[in-house]
T-cell receptor
């Protein structure tokens, strides 16, 4: 079974500070992992994904995440927060590698607030 | 290229009514999935369709149904609406359902309010 836990429903940082959003997953198969961002009243936008290969993946808007199998983690980071980063962030795992389904299992989300 | 488009963007329905939500996937994408996002939670999988056939169903009651058309667009239908059905309904598309490594491309959603 697949599941995602996002630690911290709310994270607040100052503009220019490091952003760290935590995600731990559970998967019965080698996972595909994703981070999505959701701005108010909008759908989900893919930030980055891990499938195979390099464990440090870079995404849009300066975000990156590192897949750590031993820790079952996929934390999202950004060295310097910008006001425009304020949004809700969702970690997701694809539950059906090799199957024909490919459904996504999402965490509950982390609301990021950036203070000026 | 147009992304995933959903209609309507907002609607308000009364308990007991029926609602139909519509989704057009990205051109070339043949698989459509539906997710429900209740306020304060992550999206929950409802259905996946591919080539007009249901390929997967989440833990939702039979009041929820969907279908996919030859042009790969899709409709989500909910009967006998309950207050708890109030949510953002998201449609996602990908080329084929087996391409799990793609993740999925989401539309902006339909905000359904049941009163």
């Amino acid at each position: 079974a697949q599941s995602v836990t996002q630690l911290g429903s709310h994270v607040s940082v100052s503009e220019g500070a490091l952003v760290l959003l935590r995600c731990n997953y559970s998967s019965s198969v080698p996972p595909y992992l994703f981070w999505y961002v959701q701005y108010p009243n909008q759908g989900l936008q893919l930030l980055l994904k891990y499938t195979t290969g390099a464990t440090l993946v870079k995404g849009i808007n300066g975000f990156e995440a590192e897949f750590k199998k031993s820790e079952t983690s996929f934390h999202l980071t950004k060295p310097s927060a910008h006001m425009s980063d304020a949004a809700e962030y969702f970690c997701a795992v694809s539950g059906d590698r090799g199957s024909t389904l490919g459904r996504l299992y999402f965490g509950r989300g982390t609301q990021l607030t950036v203070w000026p | 290229d147009a992304g995933v488009t959903q209609s309507p963007t907002h609607l308000i329905k009364t308990r007991g009514q029926h609602v139909t939500l519509r989704c057009s996937p990205i051109s070339g994408h043949k698989s459509v999935s539906w997710y429900q996002q209740v306020l304060g939670q992550g999206p929950q999988f409802i259905f996946q369709y591919y080539e007009k056939e249901e390929r997967g169903r989440g833990n939702f009651p039979d009041r929820f149904s969907a279908r996919q058309f030859p042009n790969y667009s899709s409709e989500l239908n909910v009967n006998a609406l309950l207050l708890g059905d109030s949510a953002l309904y998201l449609c996602a598309s990908r080329t084929t359902p087996g391409q799990g490594q793609e993740g999925a491309f989401f539309g902006q959603g339909t905000r359904l309010t049941v009163v």
